[in-house]
């Protein structure tokens, strides 16, 4: 019997309460052995019947509307084949604020926030409060939008291969209250881009191309293969971006990249041989190289 056929059978056998879906909900991702299984089933039940997390747990005994309960199924099935709850649920918290994802943007990670943590960390010192922001390959837009939030006189230019993600990233830019201050623009890298930036920042593909589907299948089955593929050796994003980026820079300028764990020696050589000094290599939370940062002379 298919999972579909069974939650509904299991449905139909009892008028179900919320709190009653959740358990049922909670016990079978428990059985699947979810790494989250309490709070997966949390979200999914809250956003299926439209509830709180406190209305939830207030009010456990509420009688389940029969659509609530047919698309509380319907996440579960997906969420059991492999789409992550913020796939399901269209929004991922970044840097403590929710940020809406679709199919056509990258599902933020932790591991991402590395980022911000570096920039903010240089703001006053070798970056100006009123510095001038280039965001490549933006996608549903975390780096502009936070650090334009973080930094009220900052202003950015957010860019995308994607015209689907860069209307993702202007609403969450809106949402936030930046958008005022961030201009969106669809471009495939340095393609027709003018001007100079105090920083840049990317997050790019960087997986090389036989790796993705050794991905865990939130990663490799529904993030945007494009958004992932780094060519053969996982470098071709970071060789276009450091040999154009100094024609964007003004001097004295930073250059920050998001880089695999495996990939500091080789995006490092990369930035010195195309001008850049190397000003540090960054760890994440998990101690991996996550990020490298340079500077243009």
């Known amino acids: 019997m298919s999972e579909r056929r069974t939650l509904a059978r299991d449905r139909s056998d009892r008028q179900e309460t919320v709190g009653a879906l959740y358990r049922r909900v909670r016990d079978r991702f428990r059985q699947s052995r979810l790494t989250t299984p309490d709070l997966d089933a949390r979200r999914l039940v809250c956003h299926a019947t439209g509830l709180s997390t406190a209305g939830l747990v207030a009010d456990p005994d509420r009688q389940l509307d029969a659509e609530d309960g047919i698309r509380a199924d319907d996440l579960v099935v997906r969420r059991l084949a492999g789409e992550s709850v913020a796939r399901l649920t269209g929004e991922r918290d970044f840097w403590g604020r929710p940020f809406e994802i679709t199919a056509e943007t990258l599902e933020p990670r932790p ?92 997050n790019p593909p960087y997986i090389p191309t036989a790796d993705i589907e050794t991905l865990a299948p939130e990663v490799a089955g529904h993030d945007p293969r494009i958004a992932l593929d780094g060519g053969a050796d996982g470098h071709t994003a970071f060789r276009r971006i450091f040999s154009q980026a100094h024609s964007h820079l003004n001097p004295g300028g930073l250059l920050l990249v998001e880089i695999g764990f495996d990939q500091a020696g080789t995006v490092s050589d990369l930035a010195r041989t195309n001008g850049f000094a190397v000003r540090s290599t960054v760890k994440d939370l998990e101690g991996r190289d996550r990020a490298v940062l340079a500077l243009l002379p």
């Open 111 to 202: 591991d991402t926030e590395t980022l911000i943590e570096v920039v903010l960390s240089r703001v006053g010192a070798e970056l100006a409060p009123h510095a001038t922001v280039l965001d490549i390959g933006t996608g549903s837009g975390i780096l502009a939008t936070t650090l334009l939030a973080e930094c009220s006189r900052m202003t950015a230019l957010a860019i995308d291969i994607s015209p689907d993600a860069i209307a993702v990233a202007r609403r969450n830019a809106d949402r936030h209250g930046v958008g005022g201050r961030c201009r969106f623009a669809c471009m495939s890298y340095f393609d027709a881009l003018s001007g100079r930036f105090d920083l840049i920042v990317s």
